[in-house]
């Protein structure tokens, strides 16, 4: 089975017939028109977007089927894939956030931090999620400054440790 990529998160509903916020995760928004069905991840559901205009930092969608508000309610959080085949190739100095997944992060000085388990956004930026072999994981700002080398073909992110995290004592 191919590599699924999320293009997108459902978010409210929006007037009453059947529209709903869409946030997309993609450099053009309107590229989600372009790959066809998106499915969930688990593959047991597709949707096609019908129409979709701009709106402030979101697009607000239809899909096909869905005409009420009460059916565009239950969609509130459904995250929407795409095959990675799907998308366009990344120049040398470009990745998905999905080609992170796994990737072993290090200090600017080689020291071992763990592995990147995924990459948020909760709305006010990127954030890098780091876990060290044992312990919490590090969630980080993913910006040039915190994030200083991404490798991929190396297969390691580089991570300069904010100094209020150097400077906390290690745990007992």
């Known amino acids: 089975m191919?590599?699924?990529?999320?293009?997108?998160?459902?978010?409210?509903?929006?007037?009453?017939?059947?529209a709903v916020k869409l946030w997309t995760f993609t450099e053009d928004p309107f590229a989600v028109r372009r790959y066809g069905p998106l499915v969930t991840q688990d593959g047991k559901r597709q949707f096609e977007v019908a129409q979709a205009r701009e709106a402030k930092d979101h697009l607000v969608a239809t899909f096909k089927g869905v005409t009420t508000r009460d059916e565009a309610e239950r969609l509130n959080?459904?995250?929407l894939y795409v095959a990675r085949e799907k998308l366009p190739a990344t120049d040398e100095d470009e990745y998905y956030h999905t080609d992170l997944i796994g990737l072993a992060a290090v200090t600017t000085t080689g020291d071992a931090l763990g592995r990147v388990v995924?990459?948020?956004?909760?709305?006010?930026?990127?954030?890098?999620?780091?876990?060290?072999?044992?312990?919490?994981?590090?969630?980080l700002p993913f910006s040039n400054a915190v994030v200083?080398?991404?490798?991929?073909?190396?297969?390691?992110?580089?991570?300069?440790?904010?100094?209020?995290?150097?400077?906390e004592p290690s745990p007992s």
């Open 118 to 139: 995924a990459v948020h956004n909760f709305g006010a930026g990127d954030i890098i999620e780091i876990a060290p072999p044992t312990g919490t994981t590090l969630l």
């Open 2 to 18: 191919s590599q699924l990529v999320c293009v997108a998160r459902i978010g409210a509903a929006h007037g009453v017939r059947g």
């Open 148 to 167: 200083p080398e991404v490798n991929v073909a190396g297969g390691r992110v580089v991570i300069a440790l904010p100094q209020e995290i150097e400077d």
């Open 77 to 79: 959080g459904i995250e």
